[in-house]
């Protein structure tokens, strides 16, 4: 498994500096078709939450070590998904953070996912939103780890309070889509309302803007 892990985040730098691919792909790849398509009302209080770690160099970019160049911009690839949502919506912007830093190294860093997957280890966050109960609409945003989410995903789930809101799912991936995520997010907060979400590889995320935006309007969050 940790060599599978390591292999898709590799390809994913790669394809950062490849020509990219159309971002024609389906917003809703590997997910379900029994959940909410549009978002009702027009007037939402709307925060864009995604997971991210910075890598060595500084780079505020997914853990994953998948990265893409926009304009000149580098971002993680879950990042740059999140950073167009805020710009589209006019929502804020919040990235998840551990307490406790993942390491630098990448093969330390599969090894402590993969620990924490195997033992349910839900570690504790540094983030913050005192103002988060005043949110209906929220957007979830992460890459998948080991067919899953990471486990960080679980502790802001089990930390903030999503019941009653619009839950709004974005992830990247290797190839593996949703990877049940939506399922898992549904059992973590099963009176939100689930709208459909938006995965995609991370070897098209360079080129998505398009669809993204796509995407924001099919579900009623922009016109």
Not at 88 to 115: C, E, H, K, S, W
Not at 157 to 184: A, Q, R
Request: aromatic share 10%.
């Amino acid at each position: 498994m940790k060599k599978i892990f390591y292999a898709m985040a590799l390809l994913s730098v790669i394809a950062c500096f490849a020509v990219a691919c159309s971002d024609d792909e389906p917003n809703n790849d590997g997910g379900n078709t029994d959940i909410e398509e549009v978002v009702p009302g027009t007037n939402h209080k709307i925060l864009v939450a995604y997971f991210s770690e910075p890598l060595p160099d500084g780079v505020d970019a997914v853990t994953s070590a998948s990265r893409v160049i926009v304009d000149g911009d580098l971002y993680g690839s879950v990042q740059y998904v999140a950073t167009v949502i805020r710009e589209a919506t006019g929502g804020d912007m919040v990235r998840i953070q551990t307490a406790q830093p993942y390491p630098d190294n990448f093969d330390d860093l599969a090894d402590q996912a993969d620990n924490e997957r195997q033992n349910d280890i839900h570690p504790a966050l540094a983030t913050e939103i005192d103002d988060f109960d005043d949110y209906d609409v929220v957007f979830v945003g992460y890459p998948i780890w080991w067919y899953q989410m990471p486990m960080a995903m679980y502790s802001f789930f089990d930390k903030f309070d999503c019941n009653g809101k619009t839950v709004i799912p974005f992830s990247t991936h290797g190839g593996s889509g949703w990877s049940g995520t939506l399922e898992d997010i549904r059992g973590l907060v099963p009176n939100a309302t689930m709208v459909d979400g938006y995965s995609i590889s991370r070897n098209n995320t360079a080129t998505s803007r398009s669809g993204i935006l796509n995407w924001l309007r099919e579900i009623g969050m922009t016109e």
